[in-house]
């Protein structure tokens, strides 16, 4: 039975799958099989399951549940729904679909069941902040004020409430008061950062020069590292005439983060001569502002939900907010909901820097449903637009490399590297897969000059270090070298079970076949559903005699299902034993 359910989850992909909850609902209750869950059920579901006509309700509450936990946020409001009409009172169900039309971005119908919310839930803050931003979109400040007035000592719910009654002010045409209202924050460190860059985009708005310019100072000094900061700082400085400080905040930004399609084309503005806007020009940009800026740093530090929420509540206030919906892409990708990050994607405008960005982020989600063609054509498409960006040729030939199309990758990566001027560190990566690429394509005296390549580049990188050791050992080449690069990868990445696998078949190939062993057997305890080196594993107890063994790690490497050339083998050397069949090199 258990394994049955798993079976029917694992099937729940679309809208239909999850009737099969409904036709489960009952017996699972029945029996026992929802343990610790049956607490979340709805009040009459016991009575439900007890009958023999009522499934509907328990049906399309586990439903809803389950699409709600795998993130198919759509399918969930539509089954929590579907439940609402047999228990319209049921408080669970109704906060749930609350918070999943807001992830879903459908404020009109949140809004109905935030108002239904707080009739028997008056602090229930999710549902606050949905009435006080419905109020703030249609500029009723005083009425979104209201909704917040609640105090709470929870950090989130009081940044959110202080910054949005503060922008509220500045709505009304009440700077002062806004900046008033943003000390509430003083007190609290970890929430400095939004104080002082809020302050100063109030002070901006609102024509408070000299306040501005000394919040944008604290604010860049606080989080100087943070784009939207360096975005603002910057704009504010090339507008008030200082365009060689703001020239300097982007240079240093660029130094770590050198291919930014936005500090790029601020770089290009103020070459070009051009004067920016704002970064925020009124009220309810600003409170977008927020609900982005809350949801970048939730989106690094705590689950996926939240974030998404306040991402829709930031494109609520702000349709055009660009960088909102690239964010909204990655979190629907990220959840692998890739039919939702493609639809986010393409409503990037092609006037946009982060267009570019947009639609190689496209292509990989569409990659990722397995439309290759379709994404290739994404891919060429970029390429043509930006013929002089190797970012989308080297997405292209990573693309082409994972479906084993190693001679087109290869001129892929050539094309990029040969739009490079000076080869820095950070680009040893290239050559490494291109040396891959040519590796595997069978000509190895451009993959072996490609690898020392990466090495001289970034000389310490395991990976380097063990793919051109390990291929050296395959071909009896620079023995003593070889070793040592293995051993070294070995050293700085201990817990890899590739790169301790290549030892242990290193000193298989060598005749070592007892160092062979014990260094193959903490190989697949670090990675024992590898079929590789399992079957490496199998072929070094066979060399020291240990027959069984190396049979059962074979039929193990066989189970694992490796690729169709691994496979044949295998299943040779289980027939005939090692003695009679080929030692199977290692396929990366």
Not at 361 to 377: G, I, P, S, T
């Amino acid at each position: 039975m258990i394994q049955l359910m798993a079976d029917i989850f694992k099937s729940m992909t679309n809208f239909r799958a999850y009737k099969h909850l409904k036709v489960l609902a009952i017996p699972m209750i029945a029996v026992g099989f929802l343990g610790g869950q049956a607490a979340f059920l709805p009040s009459t579901t016991a009575s439900a399951a007890l009958g023999n006509d009522e499934t509907s309700l328990s049906g399309d509450f586990l439903a809803g549940r389950y699409a709600s936990r795998v993130r198919d946020n759509e399918n969930a409001v539509e089954y929590f729904s579907r439940a609402l009409k047999e228990d319209p009172e049921n408080r669970l169900i109704l906060e749930r679909t609350m918070l999943l039309l807001i992830a879903a971005g459908d404020f009109n119908k949140a809004l109905r069941f935030a108002n239904r919310v707080v009739e028997y839930k008056k602090n229930h803050r999710a549902a606050r902040l949905v009435l006080a931003l419905t109020h703030f979109r249609a500029g009723r400040y005083s009425s979104a004020r209201k909704q917040l007035k609640r105090d709470s000592n929870v950090p989130l719910a009081k940044l959110t409430s202080i910054v949005i009654t503060a922008w509220s002010y500045l709505g009304e045409g009440k700077p002062q008061k806004a900046l008033e209202e943003l000390k509430r924050l003083k007190s609290t460190n970890s929430l400095k950062t939004f104080r002082s860059f809020h302050s100063a985009l109030i002070a901006d708005v609102g024509g408070l020069k000299k306040r501005a310019r000394r919040a944008y100072k604290q604010a860049y000094k606080d989080n100087g590292r943070s784009l939207r900061v360096i975005q603002a700082y910057g704009r504010y400085l090339e507008r008030n005439g200082k365009r060689k400080e703001a020239l300097e905040i982007y240079k240093k930004f660029l130094k770590t983060n050198p291919t930014h399609a936005l500090v790029l084309t601020a770089v290009k503005r103020i070459q070009d001569g051009k004067k920016p806007n704002r970064l925020v020009t009124n009220a309810k940009s600003g409170v977008a502002e927020l609900m982005f800026g809350i949801a970048s740093v939730l989106s690094d530090e705590a689950g996926i939900d939240i974030p998404l929420r306040f991402t829709q509540q930031a494109l609520y206030l702000h349709p055009k907010f660009v960088l909102a919906q690239v964010l909204k892409g990655d979190i629907y990708g990220e959840t692998k909901r890739y039919e939702k990050a493609i639809e986010a994607y393409k409503l990037v405008p092609a006037s946009s820097p982060l267009k570019r960005n947009s639609d190689i982020q496209l292509a990989n989600n569409l990659n990722k449903l397995e439309k290759v063609d379709e994404a290739r054509h994404q891919l060429e498409e970029v390429i043509k637009r930006f013929p002089n960006d190797y970012e989308p040729i080297v997405v292209m030939a990573d693309l082409l490399r994972s479906h084993s199309k190693f001679k087109e990758a290869a001129v892929y990566y050539t094309k990029a590297i040969d739009l490079i001027k000076n080869y820095e560190k950070r680009h040893w990566l290239l050559f490494y897969h291109r040396g891959i690429s040519y590796e595997r394509s069978k000509q190895w005296p451009p993959a072996e000059k490609d690898f020392k390549q990466a090495l001289k580049l970034n000389p310490n990188q395991p990976s380097i270090l063990n793919y051109l050791g390990y291929s050296w050992v395959e071909k009896r080449l620079n023995l003593k070298e070889a070793m040592a690069m293995i051993r070294k990868a070995v050293e700085l990445r201990s817990g890899d079970g590739y790169i301790v696998d290549s030892l242990g078949w290193a000193h298989f190939q060598l005749g070592a076949f007892d160092e062979a062993v014990k260094v193959l057997e903490r190989s697949v305890s670090l990675r024992p559903d590898d079929p590789v080196i399992n079957d490496h594993l199998g072929d070094a107890y066979w060399r020291v005699g240990r027959k069984l063994e190396a049979k059962f790690q074979w039929s193990h490497a066989r189970d694992l299902k490796p690729e169709s050339d691994v496979l044949k083998k295998v299943l040779e050397k289980l027939k005939r034993g090692l003695d009679t069949s080929s030692t199977n090199a290692k396929t990366d």
